[in-house]
């Protein structure tokens, strides 16, 4: 156990003290002086002594265990630093918070959550529930993207973005109204997240949700045209179909070249920088299996009605 020494140093034998009387004399400091001053960090007098005088209970006893000392005064920083998280308040820009995708959660959205949920278990979590009232998302709820990709219900996250600043999931950090900190946040923000790379990855992602939502919308409005074919000819079927065709291939040009960008970050070693390229990878093949899907459909569709 760690203890402390309160002898006075004592010189060598081969070197004689300075006289009290010799110009250099100092007094040496009585370890006495300094006790009061730790006693009171090294003891809990109600624990101790329940039954202990008022003088005796402000300065406990002279004999003290230094290791539950620091144990103390290490468990009293952390509680005072939770509690400084918890009265700390750094709002968000009403940009960034304008700025947030919301989204309607439609059975296309529900099926590339859970292919997400299937091959990417470390954040599997995040894909199936929120992480604020921790209920499972259910079809047609609005939820609300984080640019860290981390999701949430709506109603639940757009409180506490209001005012604080960060995912709760990651602790990405969002604009906040403290121009003097700006500075300070991107920097830390890009040490965190992989730099430079870490960066582009945020991008990537935020083009592949882009080509989601677009996909998302095909999805409806091919859905609802469905319903209405029996008064549609076949010459116009025809046309609807070459449209809707040249549409997916469109969608799934700009999901490959998306691919390929994330091709060139293959070699990075932050672990961070893997794991979402994986992620972002694992949602876009997710995407174009649907993409592939609707091809098919439109084409049988359409030649069963011929």
Not at 89 to 112: D, G, M, S, V, Y
Not at 113 to 124: F, I, K, R, T, V
Not at 134 to 142: I, R, S
Not at 154 to 181: F, G, Q, V
């Amino acid at each position: 156990m760690f203890t402390i020494n309160f002898n006075i140093y004592v010189p060598p034998s081969s070197m004689e003290p300075s006289s009290p009387h010799s110009p250099h004399f100092s007094q040496p400091p009585n370890a006495n002086f300094f006790i009061p001053f730790f006693i009171p960090f090294f003891t809990s007098p109600q624990q101790s002594h329940p039954n202990a005088t008022p003088h005796h209970s402000q300065y406990g006893s002279a004999f003290f265990d230094p290791q539950q000392f620091f144990q103390n005064l290490a468990n009293q920083s952390f509680q005072n630093y939770q509690q400084d998280q918890i009265n700390k308040k750094t709002p968000t820009t009403q940009r960034a918070i304008q700025e947030l995708p919301n989204f309607t959660l439609t059975p296309f959205r529900k099926q590339i959550m859970n292919d997400q949920c299937c091959s990417c278990s470390e954040d599997a979590s995040n894909t199936q529930s929120c992480a604020v009232c921790l209920c499972e998302f259910e079809e047609q709820e609005v939820l609300t993207r984080l640019p860290c990709g981390h999701v949430f219900h709506k109603d639940c996250i757009m409180p506490w973005i209001k005012d604080h600043n960060s995912c709760p999931t990651c602790r990405y950090e969002l604009a906040t109204e403290d121009p003097e900190r700006e500075a300070a946040r991107l920097k830390n923000m890009k040490d965190r997240f992989g730099g430079e790379h870490g960066w582009k990855v945020f991008e990537i992602s935020n083009k592949i949700e882009n080509v989601l939502n677009k996909v998302d919308e095909f999805v409806t409005n091919y859905q609802c045209k469905k319903q209405n074919q029996v008064h549609v000819t076949n010459e116009n079927l025809e046309i609807q179909k070459n449209q809707d065709l040249r549409t997916l291939q469109r969608l799934d040009g700009e999901l490959m070249n998306l691919t390929i960008e994330l091709d060139n970050l293959e070699f990075q070693d932050n672990s961070w920088i893997k794991k979402q390229r994986k992620a972002q990878i694992v949602k876009i093949q997710s995407i174009l299996r649907v993409l592939d899907q609707l091809k098919e459909e439109i084409n049988k569709t359409t030649n069963r009605s011929l």
